[in-house]
């Protein structure tokens, strides 16, 4: 939480609190419309850059450059968008994935979501941690971005783990280089040959390797329809393996706390090292929840297409609103190992994705 918020909640009355809470909520709203305006322009949408990423640049230039002018008593609002906004959303995201769909690719395309999503986390943490000497929560949001679904995986994970903004922006960061990256050269380097994929190959790693949904569709488009259905399902999947990752980072984090808890060798430390309460998030388990109602069809077309919209929109308000009390200062000090980071990761994606793909392919195809 902010200290402005701090400031605020302090000093003021409750109603005028509240009324700051509300206003702050507003204004990240007002600039998050303004955001998903940007990102409609085709220069930019044409990049493959969804409005949480253009919401994050945005709310980062705003907070560093103009934060001064919004009032001390906006940050609640702000912080609520953050935060609490952002867990309901991360659940609504559920709506996008169905069970139906991840049939469609069979074993293939998920033992390629599993076997990459996996190994991309446990690379990432490592290096992030002992090769580049990052702190635990910023290699695994890097690790997360590449591994899982891009912004929305940092979102959920930022959550969990309730680390200081800076430290998802970076992840988003790396995001948004190689993810980009990625759209443009996955479809020289399969035209050129140098993959050795068919089309189901390359839907295979094209879904199984690259950061964010709109990537996925923008690279994959270059090669055939069917390369972009199956490359759309498999990215799906690997968004569907967001609940058991965060359900078991989760423990993790609080296996760690309980062995500082213990390390401290007093009550008292023990008490300031408490473990926090991580190892069922509600998010993911609603998450969860709208994947099977989106499965049972229970919504009609036009209602689920609606709540998808809104819940972009309210991912954009979390990630504007993290990218506000995002301080720049703060992303020098680790900016460029956790970039390094990212980079050991995108060339794991590249390689070690082509060697699951064409294992895949041979033991299930």
Avoid at 87 to 99: C, E, T
Avoid at 239 to 255: D, E, K, Q, S, Y
């Amino acid at each position: 939480m902010s200290t402005a918020h701090l400031t605020a909640s302090s000093t003021t009355p409750a109603g005028s609190s509240t009324r700051g809470q509300l206003n702050g909520i507003l204004f990240v709203a007002l600039f998050a419309a303004a955001v998903t305006r940007i990102a409609a322009i085709p220069a930019i949408a044409g990049l493959g850059l969804s409005p949480l990423i253009v919401g994050i640049v945005a709310g980062a230039i705003y907070g560093n450059a103009l934060r001064d002018g919004m009032p001390a008593s906006w940050a609640a609002g702000v912080n609520f968008s953050a935060r609490k906004l952002l867990r309901i959303a991360v659940a609504f995201f559920g709506l996008r994935v169905s069970l139906q769909e991840i049939a469609q690719v069979g074993v293939p395309g998920l033992a390629e979501s599993v076997l990459v999503v996996v190994s991309t986390l446990v690379i990432g943490t490592w290096a992030g941690m002992k090769i580049m000497k990052l702190d635990r929560d910023t290699a695994l949001l890097t690790a997360a971005g590449s591994a899982i679904c891009g912004a929305a995986a940092v979102l959920a994970f930022e959550s969990t783990l309730q680390s200081k903004p800076h430290k998802s922006a970076m992840a988003v960061g790396s995001v948004v280089l190689f993810g980009t990256l990625s759209m443009f050269l996955y479809p020289v380097l399969f035209k050129a040959g140098w993959l050795h994929l068919d089309t189901v190959g390359a839907g295979l790693f094209f879904g199984g390797t690259i950061h964010e949904v709109a990537q996925v569709v923008g690279a994959a488009s270059n090669v055939s329809p069917e390369a972009t259905h199956i490359a759309t399902i498999v990215k799906m999947t690997r968004v569907m393996l967001l609940v058991p990752v965060l359900l078991v980072v989760g423990m993790w984090v609080n296996r760690s706390a309980r062995r500082s808890a213990a390390s401290a060798g007093t009550q008292d430390g023990a008490h300031s090292h408490a473990p926090r309460k991580l190892a069922v998030p509600w998010f993911a388990l609603g998450f969860l929840a709208f994947v099977v109602i989106n499965s049972l069809h229970v919504l009609p077309q036009a209602a689920t297409s609606t709540l998808n919209s809104l819940d972009t929109f309210a991912l954009t308000m979390a990630m504007t609103a993290l990218g506000i009390e995002t301080r720049i200062s703060q992303i020098r000090q680790a900016g460029p190992r956790a970039l390094t980071t990212g980079f050991i990761l995108y060339v794991w994606l590249i390689a070690g994705g082509l060697g699951i793909t064409w294992t895949v392919q041979h033991l299930f195809g």
